[in-house]
Nanobody, 119 residues
Framework: QVQLVESGGGLVQAGGSLTLSCAAS????????MGWYRQAPGKQRELVAT???????NYADSVKGRSTISRDNAKNWVYLQMNSLKPEDTAVYYC?????????????WGQGTQVTVSS
């Protein structure tokens, strides 16, 4: 059973910083690409950042230069550090993982953590 549990969300003032964490469990599954997505009220879920097992990263233009995604492969944790936060960063942030099991790839989501940026 694969589980993704996010933490670190909260209320922050514009210009502030937050670090989100996602603990992935389900050994001995192989976690390939892991990432963060977000969904603001009334909007579709969108990519924030992804990171491969080899630490190649991809960022949405809206957060590029303000955010850093990282992971700990030994613990199967993924992190998202966000700086210079803006009110438009307010959303529920979801952890996502591609997991390889018995030759097949499956995609999993966490339950989400709320980030609210006040102006």
């Amino acid at each position: 059973q694969v589980q993704l549990v996010e933490s670190g969300g909260g209320l922050v003032q514009a210009g502030g910083s937050l670090t989100l964490s996602c603990a992935a469990s389900g050994s001995p599954f192989l976690f390939n690409v892991m990432g963060w997505y977000r969904q603001a009220p009334g909007k579709q879920r969108e990519l924030v950042a992804t990171i491969t097992r080899g630490a190649s990263t991809n960022y949405a233009d809206s957060v590029k230069g303000r955010s850093t995604i990282s992971r700990d492969n030994a613990k199967n944790w993924v992190y998202l550090q966000m700086n210079s936060l803006k009110p438009e960063d307010t959303a529920v942030y979801y952890c996502n993982a591609d997991v390889r099991m018995v030759g097949q790839s499956y995609n999993y989501w966490g339950q989400g953590t709320q980030v609210t940026v006040s102006s």
